[in-house]
């Protein structure tokens, strides 16, 4: 089974900031990598698919970089609504496997 | 629009079954497939398994071999997973999710708790 890991596993950052979260997979995985964004009491929301493709109705702030085995969500100005949990997840080999999550939290 | 209504929450027992339904529409239900989602309280989320709405066909991850089974009914566009042999672990959210370019619709999620 493909292992993915998340980096780092929470941060806190300023309404405004820079951020970026990083994804690895144990293996290769070209460009089949989803990105999610998961806030507390709702399912998740598909942000970013096959590594770089924005997901209708997904701010263009989110953007997502990477190929092979390491991969990053990059979100340019953070906002107060994007504090939540994001996760990435490889659809390349079943099963499809998920990074452990990063909690974004308000410094 | 496109949803995905999961059923609502259940309480069972080690050892014992449990069955969610996940109804489909405004869209072409056999079109897509659906995956399968958990997650345990204030863990992440866990794959399970994807499943072809044509026919049930079904690719689990290999924990759950044995003790998932999922069904589908076109007549009511409807899936229905039965989880089997409970324990404690088992207890979370399931979600349900249409695969386009990736899970872009989500059901709200099914809260399934084992206790005794």
């Known amino acids: 089974d493909i292992q993915m890991t998340q980096s780092p596993s929470s941060l806190s950052a300023f309404v405004g900031d820079r951020v970026t979260i990083t994804c690895r997979a144990s293996?290769?995985?070209?460009?089949?990598l989803n990105w999610y964004q998961q806030k507390p009491g709702q399912a998740p929301r598909l942000l970013i698919y096959a590594d770089t493709n924005l997901q209708s109705g997904v701010p263009s702030r989110f953007s997502g970089s990477g190929s092979g085995t390491d991969f990053t969500l990059t979100i340019s100005s953070l906002r107060p609504e994007d504090f939540a949990t994001y996760y990435c997840q490889q659809s390349s080999l079943t099963p499809f496997s998920f990074g452990q999550g990063t909690k974004v939290e308000i410094k | 629009q496109v949803q995905l209504v999961q059923s609502g929450a259940e309480v069972r027992k080690p050892g014992a079954s449990v069955k969610l339904s996940c109804k489909a529409s405004g869209y072409t239900f056999t079109s897509y497939f659906i995956h399968w989602v958990r997650q345990a309280p204030g863990q992440g989320l866990e794959w399970m398994g994807v499943?072809?709405?044509?026919?049930?066909?079904?690719t689990y991850t290999q924990n759950f071999q044995g003790r998932v089974t999922v069904t589908s009914d076109t007549s009511t566009t409807t899936l229905y997973m039965e989880l089997t042999s409970l324990t404690s672990e088992d207890t979370a959210v399931y979600y349900c999710?249409?695969?386009?370019?990736?899970?872009?619709?989500w059901g709200q999620g099914t809260q399934v708790t084992v206790s005794s």
């Open positions: 999710a249409r695969d386009s370019k990736g899970p872009d619709y």
């Open positions: 293996q290769s995985i070209s460009n089949y």
């Open positions: 499943t072809n709405p044509s026919d049930g066909s079904t």
